[in-house]
């Protein structure tokens, strides 16, 4: 019996594949390529065990934690595809929608996009801050180590919306420039 599921991951990343042939790529690209494929696959596998063990289990508390790294899997392995995409195709036109654009310096020049981006990394640093003490006021209330672990994964997530919004400012901003700028930020969130 042929799993639907395998032959479905094994076909996500033809575009790839097509692009690697289309544009005569290098060996390093196939090489890079066959690795993010290889990395989808074992994704794929991943994701049938997190839907299985949700399906399967009897706990409520398990299913939605589980949940939650399923979403993180789903995407992980949308963007080994975009990656593998993106890689083999060069920036071809034609290629594929579902890859990673090019970043060009679209800060420099746009004050509305920088000043936008400054003010949500402002809430997100304030929004970091007000976690931590959030979690540290659960510990007088109910279910503490899943609360707990639930504010820790939406620091995280933070933490990564943070890391976006800085290269976002960074690629139209000198380094220096960035620096003075991310410390008034911090001053103004307290």
């Given at each position: 019996m042929v799993n639907n599921r395998a032959l479905s991951v094994e076909t996500e990343f033809r575009d790839a594949i097509e692009g690697l042939h289309?544009?005569?790529?290098?060996p390093s690209d196939y090489e890079v390529v066959e690795a993010l494929d290889r990395h989808g696959r074992e994704e794929g596998e991943l994701l049938e065990?997190?839907?299985?063990?949700?399906d399967e289990s009897a706990s409520?508390?398990?299913?939605?934690?589980?949940?939650?790294?399923l979403e993180d899997e789903k995407r992980h392995h949308r963007v080994l595809e975009d990656l593998a995409n993106t890689i083999a195709w060069?920036?071809?036109k034609g290629t594929p929608e579902q890859v990673v654009p090019h970043f060009a310096t679209t800060c420099r020049?746009?004050?509305a996009l920088r000043s936008e981006t400054q003010a949500l990394l402002a809430h997100e640093l304030r929004d970091h801050t007000q976690l931590r003490r959030l979690r540290r006021r659960?510990?007088?209330n109910g279910e503490v180590a899943t609360w707990e672990l639930l504010i820790d994964l939406m620091r995280l997530d933070t933490d990564k919306h943070i890391r976006i919004l800085r290269l976002i400012l960074s690629n139209g901003t000198s380094p220096g420039r960035l620096d003075r700028m991310?410390?008034?930020?911090?001053?103004?969130?307290?």
């Open positions: 289309a544009t005569g790529a290098s065990r997190y839907k299985r063990f949700v409520p508390a398990v299913q939605y934690l589980v949940r939650l790294i060069g920036g071809l020049g746009d004050e659960l510990r007088t991310l410390h008034r930020l911090r001053w103004h969130r307290a």
